[in-house]
């Protein structure tokens, strides 16, 4: 290239605004610049057609002719090969390359050198640009830059509109938009639609090109001094240790921070003319098109690193945060994977919906979205390079499928759906003061889960008797900072004031594992499931803990307070646990606080350990409840975040409801009141087993309780008791369809 592309963006953005010319004018003006600018003898446009046909829209230098009638199959020559593999490729003799394919219409036979760079959108390949020469020359690196600078501007115009009119572009795959289903799992009960918002929001082009490349090139290196000094404050946090849980992955996007080559390319293309968002923007199409091609899980989470280093950056140019952005008041969101900070940062109340390209159910970006009591679809192969931002978009949260662009008569048949939820909605709201009685007299308590001050709203909406599971973690992960005491303090005291007369179970800071605080610094772990996770961090780190304690007996004077450790693993870690409450309330007692009326102390069975040990556990304890999203994580050894295992095995399985047997025969004789506050109490089915089981005390996700109730209300355990033993005895993996059968049988209402 000889006069650098940033005149030639310029040329070409001109023939661009050629206002009243017609766009295929347009097209063959910007096909003339790049020719003449790149000194090649063709330079030609190819866009894929809805059919995956790459279609010639426009040449210079080869035959006119074969405007619109040159359609490549995907994956055929040079050109089907760019796009498939979504990357440029640049050779001296194409004619011997063996993916070359002979299109006589073209009369491309004189010209022997090629490059051809993918249109990139999402990291998918809507079009090829092409250039050619006669002579056996081969592009040097910087010409194989410039042209993927020309692509994307390219790209992004064509996606716009700009380019080409409505009605040429509705048969071209730019974006798509046709309506599609996709198949994934639930992991929020709903349904809902709303237009799309991309967590990972793409750029508007009208921010591709810069007029002061120099400025921009400072902005640019600004912005990637504060990105890695950021970084760095994290990895070097508190008192020079190590900072953040997730110390690996703050080590990982360091170190491509300092990637030479990515700098470079960015630095490149601002300096060709890009906007420093575009430059980013660009350098993640191209990691994206390459690593999503590759099978490897651990090249794609580095690609997952690269995403999230470029998301970074974007936010850090743009001096923004998601809960600042423009939303509209039906917002879908959608995005490959979302920690649960993420998702708390989008305001509440526009939030309607969410759709992952991957996640798991037990996650707790689907707890908090179940909290939220918004539909929640992940596993959706494919998601994000499907959809477009503010396209139509139905996440169904019972079939756990994903509609894009629905057409019409989907949209109707989804909206009477929705309205018969509402009506099954106003029917449990009727049921809200109708006690949880079954049909033979066992009365149940059906409490629910919180975590925000937000969840205070519902409970009484729900009709639930308390609140069973209260997360204290997440007011830690949706601050910036360290809560002071004061604050967990006015939490906790809204919390019980909002209870009023019913009871709370504050669940004391359960961090680690999926839960990161990039402010509290921990050590590297190779495998936070199984690391300093909640009660071992608390212990190690007395403070942290007593601070909480202290906050909550401060919140609870004069009234009742009901603690609970999580992830206990051995009595003593009870006892030091408990010593500490102690420890606070006697520092209380001699300055002369007011205490709690009455002060429960709880663990929570989370580790498998404990089944063995419920003898020497349960008479320390003033209850217990059991977590049995970590349960069975632990006991099947299947990490809960991770798609790949996390559903490899059935809670409704023999060994899972063995060993929720056992703890309630346990209890129940020493008289230790238990609950179960997993997400497995908020399904009706899972709840008519454990009921059937002995378990009177349930605590669901709010949107859990009525359907809970419901069938709590039809049940007859006498019955459904013998029949449930038997299914103990069976030796499958799973008994799930034998118990939907019993149920069933019963008419019970699952
Ligand atoms: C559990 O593990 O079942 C539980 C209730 O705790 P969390 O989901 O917050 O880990
Ligand atoms: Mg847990």
């Known amino acids: 290239m000889t006069r650098g592309p940033r005149i030639l963006l310029r040329q070409i953005r001109e023939a661009l605004g050629a206002g009243a010319a017609p766009a295929q004018d347009r ?231 300092d990637d030479r080559g990515w700098n470079r390319s960015l630095e490149e293309a601002v300096r060709n003319g890009l906007t420093a968002e575009a430059a980013v923007d660009r350098v993640r199409n191209e990691h994206r098109a390459r690593f999503a091609q590759a099978r490897d899980p651990y090249i794609r989470e580095r690609l997952h690193d690269f995403e999230d280093l470029a998301n970074r950056l974007l936010r850090v140019l743009a001096g923004d945060k998601p809960g600042e952005r423009e939303l509209p008041d039906d917002a879908i969101l959608v995005a490959r994977n979302l920690g649960p900070a993420d998702l708390l940062e989008y305001p509440r109340d526009k939030l309607k919906g969410l759709l992952l390209e991957e996640g798991s159910a037990a996650s707790h970006a689907a707890i908090v979205a179940r909290a939220l009591q918004i539909p929640c679809v992940g596993r959706l192969m494919g998601l994000r390079d499907r ?136 050590e590297r772990e190779e495998n936070p499931a199984l690391g300093r996770r909640a009660i071992r961090l608390g212990l190690d780190r007395p403070s942290l803990l007593r601070m909480q304690l202290r906050a909550l007996l401060t919140a609870a004077a004069g009234r009742e307070l009901r603690v609970m450790f999580p992830m206990i693993a051995t009595v003593d870690e009870f006892r030091a646990a408990r010593e500490l409450v102690d420890i606070e309330c006697a520092w209380a007692r001699r300055r002369g606080r007011p205490l709690p009326a009455l002060l429960r102390v709880g663990a929570m069975v989370e580790c498998p350990s404990l089944l063995w040990h419920l003898d020497a556990l349960l008479p320390l304890t003033d209850f217990v409840s059991i977590g049995t999203n970590d349960l069975f994580q632990y006991m099947y050894a299947a990490d809960r975040t991770n798609p790949l295992v996390s559903d490899r095995y059935d809670p409704l399985s023999p060994p899972a409801l063995r060993a929720l047997q056992t703890i309630q025969k346990a209890c129940a004789d020493t008289g230790t009141p238990v609950s179960i506050c997993g997400e497995l109490a908020g399904r009706p089915l899972e709840a008519f087993a454990l009921i059937t089981l002995g378990f009177t005390r349930l605590s669901a996700p709010a949107g859990g309780v009525g359907p809970v109730k419901r069938m709590i209300l039809s049940a007859d355990l006498t019955a459904a008791r013998r029949g449930l033993n038997n299914l103990l005895n069976l030796s499958t993996g799973s008994v799930r369809n034998e118990i939907e059968s019993l149920a069933r049988k019963l008419n019970v209402v699952v």
Do not use: W
């Open 387 to 522: 959809l477009s931002e503010g396209d139509l978009v139905i996440a169904d949260g019972e079939t756990g499928e994903a509609y894009l662009r629905p057409r019409p008569d989907m949209l109707e048949a989804v909206q009477s759906r929705m309205a018969v939820r509402e009506q099954r909605r106003a029917e449990f709201a009727q049921l809200r003061d109708t006690p949880a009685v079954t049909l033979d007299g066992q009365r149940i308590s059906l409490l629910t889960n919180a975590g925000l001050a937000v969840d205070l709203e519902n409970l009484a909406e729900t009709g639930a008797e308390g609140i069973g599971l209260f997360r204290t973690e997440f007011q830690f992960m949706v601050s910036d900072e360290l809560p002071r005491l004061t604050a967990q303090t006015a939490l906790y005291r809204l919390v019980l004031d909002a209870a009023g007369d019913r009871p709370v179970t504050f669940r004391t800071l359960d961090i680690g594992g999926d839960k990161v605080l990039p402010y509290l610094e921990a």
């Open 27 to 257: 097209l063959d003006m910007v096909v003339r610049i790049i020719a003449r600018s790149m000194v090649a003898e063709v330079c030609s446009i190819y866009l894929r057609r809805a059919s995956g046909e790459l279609e010639l829209f426009a040449t210079e230098g080869l035959n006119p002719e074969a405007v619109h009638n040159t359609r490549l199959r995907p994956g055929e020559g040079l050109v089907g090969e760019v796009a498939r593999l979504a990357q440029p490729i640049s050779l001296s003799d194409a004619p011997s390359h063996p993916s070359f394919s002979y299109r006589p219409e073209t009369g491309e036979d004189p010209y022997h050198a090629f490059l051809g760079a993918p249109l990139l959108r999402g990291g998918r390949a809507i079009g090829v640009l092409v250039v050619q020469n006669r002579t056996e020359r081969r592009y040097d690196e910087d010409e194989v830059e410039d042209i993927q600078t020309i692509a994307m501007v390219l790209a992004e115009t064509v996606a716009s509109g700009e380019l080409l009119a409505e009605d040429e572009l509705r048969d071209v795959e730019v974006a798509p938009h046709r309506p599609e289903r996709l198949k994934g799992q639930r992991f929020a009960e709903g349904l809902a639609f709303g237009h799309a918002v991309l967590h990972e929001a793409p750029l508007a082009p009208e921010k591709l090109l810069s007029d002061d490349p120099a400025m921009e090139e400072a902005r640019l290196k600004l912005a990637l001094a504060t990105l890695k000094s950021g970084l760095d404050a994290m990895l070097d946090g508190g008192q020079g240790k190590l900072a953040g849980p997730s110390f690996e992955v703050l080590e990982t996007y360091r170190m491509f921070a």
